[in-house]
């Protein structure tokens, strides 16, 4: 049976990563694919490591349900785009600097999160970390809408 994995990356792995990768685990269980579709996130900085995500994400994400507490922040290295058939990004940022990491055959995994929302109308998911709580209700509504998208394409990935 073949499978298909995703890596979410931002910054610090402590605010839109995991809240990426608990909102497509919550949609890939939903689906009964938890077998097929493997969710992971990291960052590109290593501040962070080993800590848990941001109380901020954890509160809002725990109010629509996604348990995050179980998460820990770790940094994306080379090894990663070997064992991740996506990875993907918040901004272009974090796009510059998996460049930087990416060995040079498997660039073509690297995407923006927001690429899969096309009707979402942003590009980018913003960094939530300096700012208020609205912004980590933005970060929900962009992964809730991506993420969706990007099981569509995952979904299509296992049937071809
Ligand atoms: P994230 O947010 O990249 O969404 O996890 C940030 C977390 C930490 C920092 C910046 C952004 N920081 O500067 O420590």
Not at 47 to 55: C, F, L, N, S, T
Not at 69 to 95: C, E, P, T
Not at 126 to 155: H, I, K, N, S, T
Request: overall charge negative.
């Amino acid at each position: 049976m073949n499978m298909v994995s995703v890596c979410f990356v931002c910054l610090g792995n402590i605010c839109r990563s995991p809240t990426a990768e608990g909102v497509m685990r919550r949609l890939v269980a939903d689906a009964g694919l938890v077998e097929r579709i493997g969710v992971d996130s990291a960052g590109t900085g290593d501040w962070h490591i080993g800590e848990a995500p941001d109380e901020r994400a954890r509160q809002a994400a725990g109010r629509r349900g996604y348990d995050l507490s179980a998460l820990r922040a770790r940094q994306i290295d080379a090894g990663d785009f070997g064992r991740f058939d996506l990875v993907v990004a918040m901004d272009d940022a974090n796009v510059t600097a998996l460049h930087r990491v990416c060995p040079p055959a498997q660039r073509e995994k690297i995407r923006l999160l927001m690429d899969f929302a096309p009707q979402a109308g942003s590009r980018v998911v913003a960094d939530p970390y300096f700012g208020g709580a609205a912004g980590f209700e933005a970060v929900l509504d962009q992964c809730e809408a991506a993420c969706a998208g990007l099981l569509d394409e995952l979904r299509a990935r296992l049937a071809g």
